[in-house]
C-alpha cells in the first residue's frame, strides 16, 4: 500500500523529478529541439495527497500497474454545482467522495485517481496517485471507468455540466492537470477522453463537447 506523503516533500519531491525528468528528456532531445523542450517543460500544479485531505486508508491495499498509463479520462462527479469554491469545500467534496466510493460502492477507496473542485483546487483520489505521477513510470489500478482502470488516468470534475459550463477555475485547473500529467506520463494530448467514450454514460457533461479544446490547449501548454 502506498504512504500518503507529507505535503512538503511531495513538493520538494515534484521539483526534484521534474529537474530529473527535464534533463532526461533533453539528453534524449534531438539536435535543435533541446531549447523548445525546456521552454515547454510544464510546472507540477499544486496537488494536495490523501493526507491532506484527511482520506480514510483503504479498505485493502491499492494495486500498483508497473507500466504508463496510455490515457486520461475527464469525468465529472455528478454532485449539485456548489458555489463554494474554498478549499475547505475542495477537501469536504474529496472526503464525500471517498465515502461514496468506500460505503455504497463498496470500492476499496476512491475511484478516480484525482478530483478537481468548481475552485480549481486538485486532490489526490486514490492512495498512491501522486507517488506514481510525480515518479512517471508506474500508475495505480483505478475504478473510474470500466476497461480502462489499468491503463487511464481517471480526473474527477466536481459538479455537474449536463446544461451549464463549468467555474473558469475549475478548467483552467483540468488544464494543468492534463498538461502536467501528458508530461509526466509521455501522454499525448490527443488521448484525453471522456468517460462517455468508453461507457453508457452521460458523463462528463458538456465538458465532453470541449474535449478538442482541451486537448489543443494542452499541446500548446507542451509546445506542441
Keep these: 500500500m502506498s504512504v500518503p506523503l507529507p505535503r512538503?516533500?511531495?513538493?520538494?519531491?515534484?521539483?526534484?523529478?521534474?529537474?530529473?525528468?527535464?534533463a532526461g528528456a533533453l539528453a534524449q532531445a534531438g539536435p535543435g529541439r533541446d531549447a523548445r523542450a525546456?521552454?515547454?517543460?510544464?510546472?507540477?500544479?499544486t496537488i494536495a495527497n490523501c493526507a491532506t485531505w484527511s482520506a480514510r486508508?483503504?479498505?485493502?491495499?491499492?494495486?500498483?500497474?508497473?507500466?504508463?498509463?496510455?490515457?486520461i479520462i475527464v469525468h465529472h462527479t455528478?454532485?449539485?454545482?456548489?458555489?463554494?469554491?474554498?478549499?475547505?469545500?475542495?477537501?469536504?467534496?474529496?472526503?464525500?467522495?471517498q465515502n461514496l466510493h468506500m460505503d455504497t460502492n463498496g470500492w476499496l477507496d476512491s475511484g478516480q485517481h484525482f478530483t478537481n473542485s468548481r475552485g480549481g483546487h486538485l486532490t489526490e483520489g486514490r492512495h498512491g496517485s501522486l507517488y506514481a505521477l510525480?515518479?512517471?513510470?508506474?500508475?495505480?489500478?483505478?475504478?473510474?471507468?470500466?476497461?480502462?482502470?489499468?491503463?487511464?488516468?481517471?480526473?474527477?470534475?466536481?459538479?455537474?455540466?449536463l446544461d451549464?459550463?463549468?467555474?473558469?477555475a475549475l478548467w483552467d485547473s483540468l488544464v494543468a492537470f492534463c498538461a502536467f500529467t501528458c508530461q509526466q506520463y509521455g501522454i499525448a494530448p490527443t488521448e484525453i477522453y471522456g468517460h462517455k467514450d468508453f461507457n453508457s454514460t452521460q458523463c462528463p457533461g458538456l465538458?465532453?463537447?470541449?474535449?478538442?479544446e482541451l486537448?489543443?490547449?494542452v499541446a500548446a501548454r507542451l509546445g506542441g
Excluded: W
Aim: glycine share 8%; aromatic share 4%.
Design 134 to 161: 510525480l515518479h512517471g513510470q508506474t500508475m495505480v489500478q483505478g475504478a473510474h471507468c470500466v476497461g480502462q482502470n489499468s491503463q487511464a488516468i481517471g480526473i474527477e470534475n466536481d459538479g455537474i455540466y
Design 8 to 22: 512538503r516533500a511531495v513538493l520538494r519531491g515534484a521539483v526534484l523529478l521534474g529537474a530529473a525528468a527535464g
Design 164 to 168: 451549464v459550463q463549468p467555474p473558469q
Design 78 to 97: 455528478a454532485f449539485p454545482n456548489t458555489t463554494d469554491y474554498s478549499l475547505a469545500q475542495a477537501y469536504r467534496n474529496s472526503r464525500d467522495i
Design 207 to 212: 465538458l465532453h463537447d470541449r474535449l478538442p
Design 38 to 45: 525546456a521552454a515547454a517543460r510544464v510546472d507540477q500544479p
Design 57 to 71: 486508508p483503504p479498505s485493502s491495499p491499492v494495486s500498483v500497474v508497473q507500466s504508463r498509463p496510455n490515457k
Design 215 to 217: 486537448r489543443r490547449t
